[in-house]
């Protein structure tokens, strides 16, 4: 998939973008640089979802597919919003939550009902609830961990045994246009460790890891 980039973007030393590639210089929390990316396109302070305007403080990026549900923290899928709206959005999707702010008070309880079971029906399946096209199957043996995570064991523990009920990593490994992981480390060790051939990505076509 190709990732929203501005046309111009430069995080001192860190990454860069040329000729439409986002070009990462230096190993940081890839998500640190998806929030600068976001907030640049998409502004700092007037809430995406009630439009008002707040200070910094009370801002925060909301994931528009929950994270919950495998939603990546990439621009495409990350909304400034203010902390009270992502509060109240819980784990809806951003087209449910617009849905459940128009609903009458007393119709609210029984939408979120439906969606909740909607959810928990796909979790079941072990299907991602974000747009198919932003996924693909690629070989474990094919990807590049060049870098070295910082995850202990209990985080281990608590993937393997997610993928082990659900047949799914709820963090889906996000790689670059060359195969290298840039998020979702530990979703590729544990797919290593049990020796799993293919494993769920999101390849980012226009994004190049260059350290
Ligand atoms: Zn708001």
């Given at each position: 998939?190709?990732?929203?980039?501005?046309?111009?973007?430069?995080?001192?030393?860190?990454?860069?973008?040329?000729?439409?590639?986002?070009?990462?210089?230096?190993?940081?929390?890839?998500?640190?640089?998806?929030?600068?990316?976001?907030?640049?396109?998409?502004?700092r302070n007037i809430c995406g979802y009630c439009k008002k305007e707040k200070e910094k403080k009370?801002?925060?990026?909301?994931?528009?597919?929950?994270?919950?549900?495998?939603?990546?923290?990439?621009?495409?899928?990350?909304?400034?919003?203010?902390?009270?709206?992502?509060?109240t959005k819980g784990n809806l999707t951003s087209k449910e939550f617009r849905k459940y702010l128009?609903?009458?008070?007393?119709?609210?309880?029984?939408?979120?009902?439906?969606?909740?079971?909607?959810?928990?029906?796909?979790?079941?399946?072990?299907?991602?609830?974000?747009?198919?096209?932003?996924?693909?199957?690629?070989?474990?043996?094919?990807?590049?961990?060049?870098?070295?995570?910082?995850?202990?064991?209990?985080?281990?523990?608590?993937?393997?045994?997610?993928?082990?009920?659900?047949?799914?990593?709820?963090?889906?490994?996000?790689?670059?246009?060359?195969?290298?992981?840039?998020?979702?480390?530990?979703?590729?060790?544990?797919?290593?460790?049990?020796?799993?051939?293919?494993?769920t990505v999101i390849p980012l076509e226009n994004v190049e890891l260059t350290v």
């Amino acid at each position: 998939m190709i990732v929203d980039l501005p046309e111009k973007f430069s995080m001192e030393g860190v990454a860069v973008i040329e000729n439409g590639i986002l070009k990462i210089m230096r190993y940081i929390a890839f998500s640190d640089i998806m929030y600068e990316l976001t907030y640049q396109m998409k502004g700092r302070n007037i809430c995406g979802y009630c439009k008002k305007e707040k200070e910094k403080k009370k801002m925060t990026l909301d994931h528009m597919y929950p994270q919950e549900l495998g939603g990546p923290t990439i621009p495409n899928n990350l909304l400034p919003c203010c902390k009270k709206c992502n509060r109240t959005k819980g784990n809806l999707t951003s087209k449910e939550f617009r849905k459940y702010l128009k609903k009458k008070q007393e119709e609210k309880g029984k939408y979120l009902e439906k969606v909740q079971k909607h959810q928990e029906k796909l979790k079941k399946k072990g299907k991602y609830h974000i747009p198919i096209d932003w996924i693909e199957e690629r070989k474990v043996s094919d990807l590049k961990l060049l870098w070295t995570p910082n995850y202990s064991d209990t985080k281990y523990k608590k993937v393997r045994k997610y993928y082990e009920e659900t047949g799914m990593f709820k963090k889906i490994v996000i790689v670059d246009r060359n195969n290298q992981i840039l998020s979702g480390a530990v979703s590729y060790i544990v797919a290593k460790k049990m020796k799993l051939k293919t494993i769920t990505v999101i390849p980012l076509e226009n994004v190049e890891l260059t350290v």
